[in-house]
């Protein structure tokens, strides 16, 4: 299994989005979501079109860990699902398949793996790298490792700065200041 970078540079983001925007709305949907949110793809996936219609938290359990999970939905996020669930039924799935089945995790991993590529980025990407974008970037922001950690469910502080990069951005850091 081939370990998944996040995407550091907000520039990169954009791209990604602008590229989305012109091909597919519901792709653009999905990266935007898994970027703004934290969840696994697994989570977004399973979304449905009523967790999401009028609501101002989207609530889950992950299918990972089980763990209850709430949210509240950002400003970003509120206008694009407003747009996308018109006409929509509350039982649909948020994100269909284009023969009306809901998207699965491999799709969803081919949707965001082609966007990244055609829109220049060179890191290792996969569905993966929604989460750990939103960690890296959460974790650039406000500095909060503990406050992330609660966000991710993980079990200790250090697997979440391994897991966003952190720690390897530190210890390198650390060695080009250090000259002796």
Known sequence: MTTVESIRKISDIRKVEIYLAKTNPRDLLLFTLGTNCGLRISDIVALNVGD?????????????TGKYKKFPINSKLKPMF?????GKCSGDALFESRYHNRLDRYSAYRIIRRACKRAGLQEKVGTHTLRKTFGYHYYKKYKDIAMLQKIFNHSD????????????????KSYTNFIL
């Open 157 to 172: 502080p250090e697997v979440t700065l391994r897991y966003i990069g952190i720690e390897q951005d530190q210890i390198d």
């Open 52 to 64: 999401v219609r009028n609501k101002t938290h989207i609530q889950i359990k992950e299918k990972k």
């Open 82 to 86: 407003e747009e996308y669930i018109k």
